[in-house]
């Protein structure tokens, strides 16, 4: 079964330090996976996908097909990145999600 | 960019009733739309998907005679929850993408149901 793991319930971080949200996935073929975001008070929206390799709002994130593995990462963390962050693969199955609190 | 809307936002039903949710693509056609289920504090529950036309596909222990499904035009879907207990009260959210499994998904503003 198309499963997608995200292992921290929660990550704090101070404004200017790095960011890596983790998530795994666990299922055959070739997999599509996506990062979604929730801002406060907002309806989810699409951060980035795989397919596309592109880079929003400063994240990125790799396929590791030998990990399977897709995590999200920034380099220099913003205020304005604090939010609920969840990682969907395949048929839109969604990873428990993760909070990102990033502190002044 | 595309929108997708939900309503009611919010609704109160006594048990026994059914109560229906509408999912609608505004600007664009959905070929496929996918209702989930959020508990507090916790992710979306995918509960089924649906292609216009087609029978819905439900997640293993998600009771199809109870979560109604239709997704009779390519712009709405609606999910009744027939014979509503409290233990069905929840967030529903419905999300919609145009394309295969690799397009953007759109998501409802999800609709809080209290069955009291």
């Known amino acids: 079964a198309q499963r997608v793991t995200q292992p921290e319930k929660l990550l704090s971080v101070f404004k200017g330090a790095p960011v890596e949200l983790k998530c795994n996935y666990s299922?055959?073929?070739?997999?599509?996976l996506f990062w979604y975001v929730q801002y406060s008070r907002q309806r989810l929206q699409l951060l980035l996908r795989h397919i596309s390799r592109e880079s929003i709002k400063g994240f990125t994130a790799d396929l590791n097909k030998g990990e399977t593995s897709f995590h999200l990462k920034k380099p220099f963390a913003q205020e304005e990145d604090s939010a609920m962050y969840y990682c969907?693969?395949?048929?839109?199955?969604f990873g428990q999600g993760t909070e990102l609190s990033v502190k002044p | 960019g595309a929108v997708v809307s939900q309503h009611p936002s919010w609704v109160i039903c006594k048990s026994g009733t059914s109560v229906k949710i509408e999912c609608r693509s505004l600007d664009f056609q959905a070929t496929t739309m996918f209702w989930y289920r959020q508990f507090p504090k916790q992710s979306l529950m995918l509960m089924a998907t649906s292609n216009e036309g087609s029978k819905a596909t439900y997640e293993q222990g998600v009771e199809k005679d109870k979560f109604l499904i239709n997704h009779a035009s390519l712009t709405l879907s609606t999910l009744t929850v027939t014979s509503a207990h409290p233990e069905d009260s929840s967030f529903y959210i419905c999300?919609?993408?145009?394309?295969?499994?690799?397009?953007?998904?759109?998501f409802g503003q999800g609709t809080r149901l209290t069955v009291v």
């Open positions: 969907a693969g395949g048929k839109l199955i």
């Open positions: 999300s919609a993408r145009m394309g295969g499994m690799n397009t953007e998904a759109f």
């Open positions: 299922y055959s073929g070739s997999p599509e």
